[in-house]
């Protein structure tokens, strides 16, 4: 049997267990005390803020997409950019 690397099995951790967090912060722009004691249950102080980190960042990336008109199917050349 193959092993798994730990950055693997440390993104498989983080996308189903943080799936809640990572939900309620980007939908709602807010995470519930509950909510964040399950991660914090799950996760150390560090992980949590590369979580935190990783949706920012992904949110700034779509944000700034948005405001210069770039979408996905720009991006992979089907549709000509402005």
Not at 20 to 31: M, S
Not at 35 to 62: G, K, M, P
């Amino acid at each position: 049997m193959r092993s798994i690397s730990p950055h693997i099995a440390w993104l498989a951790a983080v996308a189903l267990g943080a799936s809640p967090y990572v939900t309620d912060l980007t939908r709602d722009k807010k995470v519930v005390p509950n909510t964040f004691a399950r991660l914090a249950r799950d996760f150390s102080e560090r992980e949590i803020c590369q979580i935190v980190w990783l949706v920012a960042s992904e949110h700034l990336y779509n944000v700034t997409n948005i405001g210069l008109n770039i979408g996905a199917l720009t991006v992979m050349g089907l549709v000509p950019s402005l």
